[in-house]
């Protein structure tokens, strides 16, 4: 079975895009598959991005929660409610940001390809599923700045499962993990003060 690139996927759907106003439907449709993917990496990229601000975790955390929750009870493709998937963006909008996104994903696509298959079948993939429940749960903590490096991990999850690569779902899965394990660890045995430690150690690397 031959595996279309990301990127031949985004030049289609730009050749298709000739109304003013595109349906959520047919973006959807449009990923098919891959919409998970798709949706939980554009949803965890900006959410990657150190926030100071108390209760902005929770907010970005809901779609992230939305779409890991599909992806661990082993859908394939994304489910929305009907009124959602009815509603329409500007086709311009849409071609604007695939034209942005054109360059970015073709210098992925030399870093990340198809490998591993079997971390993306469903069985494996409900493991995975249930990492990025947890991680899009440590998202939601109202302690700044601690969202960064799970949505980092959750970002790669997503490219790994638009690309197909199982090597980057694993170290997705691998950041989320420690992450948790770390957070937890520093709450329970530091309390006030781990948690100190840790946003010292994220800001080290802003």
């Known amino acids: 079975m031959i595996i279309r690139s990301l990127s031949e996927l985004l030049n289609d759907l730009h050749e298709h895009l000739t109304q003013e106003r595109v349906k959520f439907d047919q973006l959807l449709t449009a990923f098919h598959e891959r919409g998970i993917g798709f949706f939980l990496f554009l949803f965890a990229l900006p959410a990657a991005i150190p926030l100071p601000a108390l209760g902005i975790n929770t907010i970005i955390a809901l779609p992230l929660l939305f779409l890991t929750t599909q992806l661990m009870i082993g859908r394939d493709t994304v489910w929305m409610p009907l009124s959602w998937r009815e509603k329409s963006i500007k086709s311009a909008a ?31 993939s409900t493991i995975v599923g249930i990492c990025a429940v947890i991680m899009a749960l440590s998202v939601s903590i109202p302690i700044p700045l601690t969202n960064t490096v ?7 999850i997503g490219i790994g499962l638009m690309m197909r690569d199982g090597l980057a779902i694993i170290a997705g899965v691998l950041i989320g993990v420690i992450w948790v394990t770390l957070i937890f660890g520093a709450i329970i ?16 690397f802003i």
């Open 94 to 124: 849409v071609k604007s940001f695939l034209d942005k996104a054109a360059p970015y994903i073709t210098k992925i696509e030399y870093l990340f390809r198809p490998r591993l298959g079997f971390i993306t079948q469903k069985g494996v």
């Open 150 to 156: 799970p949505s980092m991990g959750l970002a790669l």
């Open 189 to 204: 045995f530091l309390g006030a003060e781990g948690i100190d430690l840790i946003k010292e150690f994220i800001k080290s």
